[in-house]
């Protein structure tokens, strides 16, 4: 299951039906089973339409459906009386952070698979789009998806975007064929963390299986200035020499240890048993791992760790803004475009 602590798709919705909102409609990113997809949502109070594409086939498959007063999401994709299947997601009140169990299926039910989907946060106000593009490696069979910048007019800053991914990508096949066999396994999907005018931050999911005792999942960013065309540096968020990194320890500790203490009582009440009771924090400031990379997100600084397979839930923790305000660059990226 992906880390509980994204974003999904229900809660969005239940949050738009909340406020009020009109039309809002919303890009998502995940996989049908294994396969990865791309979704665009329209609510309008129960009413919810819109369309999705497999990344392999770019074919776009239309949705309609409905949201009710019990919490299930539940929309049939095919045009007019020629359905193809359907969508059920259902909220699990307890999971932490909005986790929610979604399933398709033919329209009979047989054939399911489980769906996972994330909002991507992508706020351009020009006529740019941020467009899948899959690979399959012939000689290692490695296969992903990777994001693609386009618009009318390509700037210089978007080419170079596109061919900074395309090299990163690149670099994490070839290490993968460095030591891969007959039975590895590589596949990377990504999710658009922030997207403006001025720069995107991209996190991307690398799943590897080498034949060890576990698969390995691995989380890594790229954070790049559309309009310099270059790649952006903790220096372009954060006042040099500041104590930024102190305030974002604290943070990320508590904000753990919050979650570690959420999932055992929601494990414990499961199972029918009382929560173990800690003497002290789950996670303390000097426990952290060091910082393995970082992203942008509207409502906060994301930051990564690389922790050991058995506590990979906690890898990524989202400070808000508010928290590190004092260390941001007053002429840095995110000042200017908040």
Not at 2 to 13: G, S
Not at 183 to 200: H, K, L, R
Not at 239 to 264: G, M, P, Q, V
Not at 276 to 301: H, I, N, Q, Y
Request: aromatic fraction near 12%; charged fraction near 30%.
């Amino acid at each position: 299951m992906l880390r509980c602590a994204l974003l999904t798709l229900l809660a969005l919705i239940c949050v738009a039906a909340a406020q009020g909102q009109t039309d809002p409609t919303k890009v998502y990113r995940g996989t049908v089973g294994d396969k990865h997809v791309e979704m665009r949502l329209t609510v309008a109070g129960s009413k919810v339409t819109g369309s999705y594409f497999y990344d392999q086939f770019k074919q776009e498959i239309p949705l309609e459906g409905t949201y009710d007063s019990k919490g299930v999401l539940q929309f049939e994709e095919g045009a007019g009386k020629k359905k193809t299947g359907k969508f059920v997601c259902k909220a699990e009140p307890e999971a932490i952070e909005f986790d929610v169990e979604c399933e398709w299926s033919r329209p009979d039910g047989k054939g399911q698979r489980l769906v996972f989907l994330k909002e991507q946060g992508i706020k351009f106000k020009k006529e740019s789009k941020v467009v899948p593009k899959i690979f399959t490696d012939r000689k290692t069979k490695a296969s992903g998806s990777y994001p693609q910048l386009t618009a009318a007019a390509m700037t210089e800053g978007m080419t170079s975007f596109n061919q900074f991914v395309e090299s990163k990508i690149q670099a994490a096949v070839k290490e993968f064929g460095s030591y891969a066999d007959a039975g590895s396994v590589f596949d990377t999907n990504y999710d658009v963390m922030w997207a403006n005018d001025q720069f995107i931050s991209v996190q991307f999911e690398e799943y590897v299986d080498a034949g060890g005792a576990h698969p390995n999942t691995r989380l890594w960013t790229i954070n790049f200035n559309i309009e310099s065309g270059k790649e952006l540096t903790i220096d372009d968020v954060f006042t040099a020499k500041s104590d930024y990194a102190t305030e974002i320890a604290k943070f990320a500790a508590k904000d753990i240890s919050r979650r570690a203490d959420k999932l055992e009582r929601d494990e414990a009440q499961r199972a029918n048993r009382q929560p173990e009771k800690r003497d002290e924090p789950f996670m303390s400031e000097d426990g952290l791992p060091e910082m393995d990379t970082w992203a942008l997100t509207p409502k906060g600084f994301a930051v990564y760790f690389d922790f050991p397979h058995v506590m990979a839930v906690f890898d990524r923790t989202i400070v808000p803004y508010g928290i590190v305000a004092r260390y941001l660059r007053p002429d840095g990226v995110v000042p200017l475009v908040r």
